[in-house]
C-alpha cells in the first residue's frame, strides 16, 4: 500500500488511470491528493488532450460506420 508521504511522483500508468478515472468523475481522494502533490501539471494537461482526442476519434469513426450504413 503505498502512502500519500512517498516522494516518488506518480507513474505514467497512474498518471492515465487519474486522467481516465477523472474524466468519468470517479476519481477517489486518495489519487487526487497525489497526483495533486506529486503530479506534473504539463504531463496531465498532455495526456488529457491525447485520451479526449482518440475518444473524440472514435465517437467520429463510429458515427462514419453507422452512417455508412444508413439509407441514402
Do not use: C, W
Not at 29 to 58: E, Y
Request: no cysteine; hydrophobic share 55%.
Amino acid at each position: 500500500m503505498k502512502n500519500i508521504e512517498d516522494p516518488k511522483e506518480p507513474s505514467l500508468r497512474e498518471m492515465l488511470a487519474s486522467v481516465l478515472a477523472a474524466m468519468f468523475g470517479v476519481q477517489n481522494s486518495k489519487n487526487r491528493a497525489r497526483d495533486f502533490q506529486k503530479g506534473k501539471p504539463a504531463v496531465f494537461i498532455t495526456l488529457g488532450i491525447i485520451v479526449v482526442t482518440i475518444f473524440v476519434l472514435l465517437i467520429v469513426m463510429a458515427v462514419k460506420i453507422v452512417m455508412s450504413y444508413a439509407p441514402h
